[in-house]
Antibody, heavy 119, light 110 residues
Framework: QVQLVESGGGVVQPGGSLRLSCAAS????????MHWVRQAPGKGLEWVAF????????YYADSVKGRFTISRDNSKNTLYLQMNSLRAEDTAVYYC????????????WGQGTLVTVSS | QSVLTQPPSVSGTPGQRVTISCSGS????????VNWYQQLPGTAPKLLIY???QRPSGVPDRFSGSKSGTSASLAITGLQAEDEADYYC???????????FGGGTKLTVL
């Protein structure tokens, strides 16, 4: 069965960096686009970034553009989110999610990893 | 401020029918399909409705979706206690070149 397991969350100071990982299994990872979506405590869902199956095309929300980088290693079935210049407003649970090809929706989500930006 | 607008909360009694609206614009709902996710307390979101009105396998037919112009709706009939959750609409926005979500609607079963 499809499994997405995020890791790498934690507490970081404002201006710091963190790299999240999402280990995928149960499907052909290299064939699917992947998203990062976040949820601040007590708030709604916010789309963060998307990467095509081949890792070439990437898209970002304006709120993270220039600070976050999405990438993937298809040989390791792993999705990444490199987060730099972190701000308090980046505090959230970060979910990775698998897109249904060419459809603009996701059918599987990970359990999420919490990132807290605080001094 | 979310790009898609949902009511913050709705409520109903067991067995009732409730609807959740999602309002957007020509650059998102007006041009693209709408999807709905259910988030039970303390869990990750789950796909509920895709491509405006399609249900993934395993989702009861009590849940239905519709879209008209720049708005969409989620309807839940035969309301059950386990339906108490947050519901989010989502679409693609051509102007932003990315996904957009509604702010979420908390459904309370009285």
């Amino acid at each position: 069965q499809v499994q997405l397991v995020e890791s790498g969350g934690g507490v970081v100071q404002p201006g710091g960096s963190l790299r999240l990982s999402c280990a995928a299994s149960g499907f052909t990872f290299s064939s699917y686009g992947m998203h990062w979506v976040r949820q601040a405590p007590g708030k709604g869902l916010e789309w963060v970034a998307f990467i095509h199956y081949d890792g070439i095309h990437k898209y970002y929300a304006d709120s993270v553009k220039g600070r976050f980088t999405i990438s993937r290693d298809n040989s390791k079935n792993t999705l990444y989110l490199q987060m730099n210049s972190l701000r308090a407003e980046d505090t959230a649970v970060y979910y990775c999610a698998k897109e249904v090809t060419g459809s603009y929706y996701v059918d599987y989500w990970g359990q999420g990893t919490l990132v807290t930006v605080s001094s | 401020q979310s790009v898609l607008t949902q009511p913050p909360s709705v409520s109903g009694t067991p067995g009732q029918r409730v609807t959740i609206s999602c309002s957007g614009s020509s650059s998102n709902i007006g041009s693209n399909t709408v999807n709905w996710y259910q988030q039970l307390p303390g869990t990750a979101p789950k796909l509920l409705i895709y491509t405006n009105n399609q249900r993934p396998s395993g989702v009861p037919d009590r849940f239905s979706g519709s879209k008209s112009g720049t708005s969409a709706s989620l309807a839940i009939t035969g309301l059950q206690a386990e339906d108490e959750a947050d519901y989010y609409c989502q679409s693609y926005d051509n102007s932003l070149s990315g996904w957009v979500f509604g702010g979420g609607t908390k459904l309370t079963v009285l």
